[in-house]
């Protein structure tokens, strides 16, 4: 048995900042910003969410309550921003958070549920946002996407997060006359995803690591590389349902080219339970695919396990920690 990621992050309310794994590594949030905390479950106004969030100076955002928060309109977070939701249970619910032209936004402990709405997703990041990082977030039953990532978006990690009760998971990449989605870098590691649909994710143009993740139970299939995407599933638990293919190879043509052409996915280290299959693309443009040792040194991954499938369905997800004291001394 190995050691899950992040066991540290809790000791001090800061420690989050800069600790992330994979290309969201460098997110700091509201590391150098005063505490802000939120006093109400309103929509707006003072001591509410969305005016922490509104402000432009880095904030660190806690909540001295519970309950939910139902979002008349998407909430936009400006950049060095950290909303952290440990010691509280905080659900958002009718719109979700847009992180638009941000950055260094760390978004921690959360529930999502129950968006509604043509185009709503519960995290929406999109254009030009990056160094962000999701984590511990509870996600399900959006009326389009839980997490979508699009319009040169990137340097993303979406950890230990528990996805349920939904169609379209997670796209990343919008769609194929977006060429600029070719910079997108996004880590997904340590999640659940449980039982939802298909996307887990579905990816155009970008880079993908996925790891320790556990996917179980889709309706379609479990992820899909399209158009010039480089998926890297690297010790992920695939265990099918009724529907047994795992990998999907969508064909689309980008804009700026002649030719179609999907996506490549190799998987290494994958377990498949319960008659899933792989379906991989035999391809000799393997050396086109990029490798995580590439950008960054190290990450936190042991090999599947029923143990390993046990500690992903407790521990992903919203949790119930307390706020951890801040020790961080300004000088």
């Given amino acids: 048995m190995g050691s899950l990621p992040y066991g540290e992050v809790d000791f001090s309310l800061r420690s989050l900042a800069g600790r992330a794994e994979g290309f969201g590594r460098f997110a700091v949030g509201g590391l150098h910003g005063p505490i802000y905390v939120v006093t109400n479950l309103s929509d707006d106004g003072p001591g509410?969410?969305?005016e922490g969030c509104r402000k432009k100076e880095p904030l660190w955002i806690v909540f001295e309550v519970s309950g939910t928060i139902h979002l008349h309109s998407y909430l936009s977070v400006s950049s060095y921003k950290t909303i952290d939701g440990r010691g509280q249970r905080i659900k958002l619910t009718g719109k979700g958070l847009r992180l638009k032209e941000c950055e260094h936004i760390i978004v921690c402990n959360l529930?999502?549920?129950?968006g509604r709405g043509h185009d709503v997703d519960g995290i929406q990041i999109k254009p030009n946002s990056k160094h962000i990082w999701i984590d511990r977030c509870s996600l399900r039953d959006y009326d389009d996407g839980l997490i979508d990532i699009t319009r040169q978006s990137t340097d993303i990690t979406i950890s230990r997060c528990y996805f349920a009760q939904h169609d379209k998971t997670m796209l990343i990449g919008a769609d194929p006359t977006h060429i600029g989605d070719r910079c997108i870098r996004v880590t997904i590691h340590h999640c659940f995803f449980d039982g939802t649909r298909q996307r887990q994710p579905r990816v155009r143009f970008g880079k993908v690591h996925l790891y320790n993740n556990y996917t179980r139970n889709w309706g379609i299939y479990a992820v899909c590389a399209s158009v010039e995407s480089q998926i890297y599933s690297q010790c992920n638990i695939y265990e099918a349902g009724q529907k047994k293919k795992t990998f999907e190879h969508y064909t689309e043509k980008a804009a700026d080219k002649e030719e179609a052409k999907t996506g490549l996915l190799i998987s290494e280290g994958d377990m498949f339970l319960n008659g899933a299959q792989a379906h991989l693309l035999t391809s000799s443009s393997t050396d086109c695919m990029f490798h995580p040792s590439g950008f960054y040194q190290t990450w936190t991954?042991?090999?599947p396990s029923?143990?390993?499938?046990?500690?992903?369905?407790?521990?992903?997800?919203?949790?119930?920690?307390?706020?951890?004291?801040?020790?961080?001394v300004i000088s």
């Fill in 111 to 114: 529930e999502f549920e129950g």
């Fill in 301 to 303: 991954m042991e090999q």
């Fill in 48 to 50: 509410s969410l969305r």
């Fill in 306 to 328: 029923d143990s390993l499938k046990c500690i992903l369905q407790v521990c992903t997800g919203w949790q119930s920690i307390p706020l951890p004291a801040d020790q961080m």
